[in-house]
């Protein structure tokens, strides 16, 4: 197994955003998503950065992964949030606290680009405050089914996959069994049903979707963690979420004092 060479992942980047470019500066006038990130991303080995190569994945350091999306940022948050949706809280709470089985199901998929992930835990009525969730699950003989609605979800409606929040059904608000927990869903699963949601402020060119859950089977392998382990999944995860916005963030303000620089260099008055 070769090891991790952070030179070669940089070019790889570098070619990316160079190839990305043009297609985000058309997507973003045309106010649509960018249907060539995931393409490109696969062309250029991008789609499994901090996976582990056990998966397929390049099994890129932290500082490695940050430093690439900071430079993704500078082609445009949009952008950037497919990676933030597809690894940083897709790929990571699977490999963290995924079954061995879940495991071999969605991380190589998700590196060559068979699977796209996203992540599920925000509500219309509950924003991402885990304790105003409504979403529900049951248990069943070969694993449970899920029930609810989630909201503003990146990659939502081009997901094949999403690691989703819900509380055991008909347990009160206040017993001490009402607890959260997480599972990998397959969005094909008969009554998973996603809607695009296109009336956005920013990010024209990402893609972001709501979806309804109505008794969603999940097998029993799909659970992350224990049952009851949902909140320690997600802190978790939003951790390695807020460290991809971060330094994304970083590359949209390279961009910008760039673009500053240039237009202060030619401008007349």
């Known amino acids: 197994m070769p090891a991790f060479d952070p030179a070669q992942l940089a070019a790889d980047v570098e070619a990316f955003c160079q190839e990305i470019r043009p297609h985000e500066e058309l997507c973003y006038v045309e106010h649509r998503p960018n249907d060539r990130v995931v393409p490109l991303a696969r062309k250029h080995d991008l789609l499994g950065i901090n996976v582990s190569p056990e998966y397929g994945g390049r099994g890129a350091d932290a500082v490695s992964y940050l430093t690439a999306l900071a430079r993704i940022g500078r082609e445009g948050t949009g952008v950037r949030t497919f990676f933030s949706g597809h690894l940083s809280i897709g790929a990571y709470p699977i490999q963290t606290w995924g079954t061995a089985p879940a495991k071999r199901t969605y991380l190589p998929a998700a590196v060559t680009g068979e699977k796209v992930l996203a992540f599920g835990l925000t509500e219309p009525d ?144």
Do not use: W
């Open 126 to 269: 509950a924003g991402s405050n885990p304790r105003e969730m409504t979403s529900t699950y049951e248990k069943t003989s070969d694993g449970f089914r899920l029930s609810g609605v989630k909201y503003l979800i990146s990659n939502g409606g081009i997901a094949d996959a999403v690691v989703a929040f819900a509380y055991p059904k008909g347990v009160p608000d206040g017993d001490p069994a009402r607890r959260m927990s997480a599972f990998v869903v397959d969005t094909r699963q008969p009554g998973f049903v996603a809607e695009t949601l296109t009336a956005k402020m920013g990010m024209p060119t990402s893609n972001t979707a709501m979806f309804e859950m109505t008794d969603v089977r999940v097998p029993a392998e799909n659970l992350l963690g224990k049952e009851g382990d949902g909140f320690r999944v997600a802190m978790g995860t939003l951790v390695s979420g807020r460290l991809s916005v971060a330094a994304g963030c970083l590359g949209v303000i390279e961009d910008c004092l760039a673009e500053v620089v240039e237009y202060a260099k030619q401008r007349h008055q």
